[in-house]
């Protein structure tokens, strides 16, 4: 019949239970004749001074554990183990991704890094009508580097001053990636005619010469480094940071859905270098339409967002017309039209169309939210934002694409000739808070690199837990070593 006597271990374990503790402390005041002061502990130790008592199942544990003390080291060196061999277990789920979550389709999508090569090679071989700049910023540590293509058709032919400035950017939120696929398509169709189907782009040449077009292909270059490492959840910046809630119109506002993770605005309004550049950019080019372009659904957007209500007067009525223009035209009015805080069913604050129309006068700000799987899992981050198969994605592409050049076209019917300002230069840029702020041009032709990144669990929520798992242990493990080290210090003066 097995014994039913514990072991050392157990016995060393019970003697610092605090009942044993007490009994110890009890019994060395009684061998040396004095009574404990209640008001020092929060036993009654007074039920064993004085008795030479000790509770069952203590005196053994105390008898073996002042022939054998514990050893701090070596408790320690097994609880390290233990939790090296638990971060191993955890770090080895991390890398498993679970069936229901769906990768990012790498036959279908372009890296950064490949984005990047091809565009350089575009506007190297078409540096009559496109240009780049690279421009950097920096902010309390962080820094980001944006991509700024200019298109301008017949340069010669017509002034400058006359024509209609439009400014699209793509890619603010990192986990949309199917909007830099579209802002790279579209760059192919305006230098290189590349084909879409059923359409006779020859008709919109006329009206590319009018046009003076700034395209950002990933503005958030940093928040999608970290989409494409496997946080395929998140679409905030590198620092952590909801760049489409870093603007200063009713910032830092918070709803009561309001959500950390997906929507934090930063220290301060422009705190994050990202909307410094984009926010001097709107100073410097002074565009007639800005397009914030995202995924998410399909919506056609315009100010307000941070309210449910449309801005007064005749420039709202204009911004309106042409949105129900380009949705009956292009879309059989499919696309919800309207304020995005009146339309999306939630309101945001600290936008960039907000800030945009209120604040910078930009005629036309709009958001175009251009894909959407409303049948996908909130945690499938990647499949609910952007489109998996191919026949969809190139449905998407040449859709939103086709969309642009019928905004092209509607802008300059509907633009009154006095909105048409002078063309702005982009050869000053100031720093808003940064440190530094900078501007090279930037027209290298660059090499495909569609490499494989290792896809991680992007889930924030295991994130979270395992971040706490390793507080909460380190912690534990501290006051336990602390605890061992302090009894054994006592143990040594009294005796």
């Not at 958030?220 to 395929?232: M, P």
């Not at 990202?274 to 410097?284: D, P, V, W």
């Not at 802008?411 to 501007?439: C, H, Y």
Request: glycine share 8%; with cysteine; proline share 5%.
């Amino acid at each position: 019949m097995a014994s039913t006597q514990p072991n050392q271990y157990e016995l060393i374990a019970r003697s610092y239970h605090p009942t044993c503790q007490a009994a110890r402390d009890s019994e060395k005041n009684r061998k040396k004749g004095t009574e404990p002061e209640r008001a020092r502990g929060r036993l009654d130790f007074g039920r064993f001074a004085g008795e030479g008592k000790v509770p069952t199942g203590c005196a053994a544990a105390m008898a073996l554990t002042s022939a054998h003390p514990a050893p701090p080291l070596l408790v320690c060196r097994l609880l390290a183990l233990a939790l090296t061999l638990a971060l191993a277990a955890v770090a080895s789920s991390a890398r498993k991704i679970p069936a229901s979550i769906t990768p990012i389709s790498r036959d279908l999508y372009h890296s950064s890094d490949s984005i990047l090569g091809e565009i350089k090679a575009l506007v190297a071989r078409n540096s009559d009508t496109l240009t780049m700049d690279t421009v950097r910023a920096s902010n309390k540590g962080y820094s980001a580097e944006m991509f700024v293509v200019t298109f301008n058709h017949a340069k010669e032919t017509v002034q400058d001053g006359s024509k209609i400035k439009i400014m699209l950017s793509f890619g603010q939120h990192g986990r949309e990636l199917i909007t830099s696929e579209v802002a790279l398509s579209l760059l192919y169709i305006l230098t290189e005619k590349r084909r879409i189907a059923g359409v006779d782009l020859s008709s919109f040449e006329k009206i590319l010469e009018h046009l003076v077009i700034k395209v950002v292909p990933m503005e958030n270059f940093n928040g999608r480094k970290r989409v494409e490492a496997g946080e395929l959840c998140d679409r905030r910046n590198g620092r952590g940071v909801d760049l489409n809630r870093n603007w200063s119109v009713d910032w830092g506002k918070k709803e009561k859905d309001y959500n950390p993770f997906e929507e934090d605005p930063g220290t301060a309004p422009f705190s994050e270098p990202e909307a410094q550049i984009m926010q001097e950019l709107s100073k410097s080019f002074k565009p007639h339409i800005w397009v914030n372009v995202h995924s998410g659904m399909e919506a056609l957007f315009m100010p307000y967002d941070h309210k449910n209500t449309t801005p007064d007067g005749a420039p709202s009525q204009l911004m309106r017309s042409l949105l129900e223009n380009l949705n009956r035209r292009h879309f059989q009015d499919s696309c919800l039209v309207g304020s995005g805080g009146g339309a999306v069913g939630y309101l945001a604050h600290g936008t960039t169309t907000d800030y945009l129309y209120d604040i910078a006068k930009v005629p036309m700000p709009f958001t175009f939210e251009i894909y959407g799987d409303e049948k996908a899992s909130t945690d499938d981050c990647f499949k609910m934002f952007n489109p998996v198969d191919k026949t969809t994605f190139d449905r998407v592409i040449n859709k939103w694409c086709m969309a642009f050049l019928i905004l092209f076209e509607e802008g300059l019917r509907i633009l009154p000739g006095s909105q048409v300002a002078s063309q702005g230069a982009l050869d000053n840029w100031v720093p808003m808070g940064g440190e530094s702020l900078e501007r090279n041009a930037d027209e290298k032709s660059g090499n495909e690199n569609r490499q494989l990144e290792g896809l991680d669990l992007g889930m924030q929520e295991l994130k979270t837990y395992f971040r706490l798992f390793i507080i909460s242990t380190f912690l534990l493990m501290f006051m336990f070593c602390s605890r061992i080290s302090k009894n054994r210090n006592r143990e040594s003066g009294n005796f």
